[in-house]
């Protein structure tokens, strides 16, 4: 057990509509990352935030927002679905502000029907 | 800007015998370097991390690492492979320093499956 907690495990949904991801980090972890993985497109950043503050992004869509709340919880927000996102998100999360020891929760998998 | 290449997408070894997954890097800085191991339906787990000092890291279940930078490589082994061992490795990057959000992300490679025969 990772410390790092996400919520649904499993999610399935039509397209066209709204889902929220939930994450909490390992306790006393400032930084939480998002991952997204796919059979095409690997493993890829989507955005960390850390103490409450976007630090860095990578390749997020618009459709996609995320927020870390003052008790630094995690929500991914995937919005205007398409069939493409189908695939399993990660939130990773490290003391710092650098992920030099991150650690992984068990991931959210979205189906997009 | 960083980069990984992993040299295989899938290996296959006999239970006792060496294991290598190769793994090459690209880095416009000094990098941190990882190597992560997912099992089905599993996040991932550290195995082991380069952030500066000894080039050669030890790790869990008996994998270690060498980082060589004259050919930004970060080779993972492991002498004798276990059934246990079956699982998809990922090597990873990251900016070494602490300026531009650049030095936020992980960046991972496509992964190599391992498969170990009796």
């Known amino acids: 057990d990772s410390g790092v907690t996400q919520t649904p495990k499993h999610l399935i949904t039509a397209t066209g509509q709204r889902v929220t991801l939930r994450c909490s980090p390992r306790s006393g972890d400032l930084s939480v990352y998002w991952y997204q993985q796919s059979l095409d497109q690997g493993l890829q950043f989507l955005i960390q935030?850390?103490?409450?503050?976007?630090?860095a992004k990578g390749n997020i869509l618009e459709r996609f927002s995320a927020q870390q709340f003052p008790d630094l919880h995690s929500e991914l927000n995937l919005s205007s679905l398409e069939l493409g996102d189908s695939a399993l998100y990660f939130c990773?999360?490290?003391?710092?502000?650098?992920?030099?020891?991150?650690?992984f929760g068990q991931g959210t998998r979205l189906t997009v029907v | 800007a960083q980069s990984v290449t992993q040299l295989g997408s899938h290996v296959s070894v006999s239970e006792g015998a060496l294991v290598l997954l190769r793994c090459n890097y690209s880095s416009s800085v000094p990098p941190y370097l990882f190597w992560y191991v997912q099992y089905p339906n599993q996040g991932l787990q550290l195995l082991l991390k380069?952030?500066?000092?000894?080039?050669l890291v030890k790790g869990i279940n008996g994998f270690e690492a060498e980082f060589k930078k004259s050919e930004t490589s970060f080779h993972l082994t492991k002498p004798s492979a276990h059934m246990s061992d079956a699982a998809e490795y990922f090597c990873a990057v990251t900016l070494a320093g602490a300026g531009g959000t650049s030095y936020g992300k992980l960046t991972f490679g496509q992964g190599t499956i391992l498969t170990v025969h009796p």
């Open positions: 935030y850390y103490n409450g503050e976007e630090r």
């Open positions: 990773a999360s490290s003391v710092g502000p650098q992920p030099t020891e991150a650690f």
């Open positions: 380069y952030t500066t000092g000894a080039t």
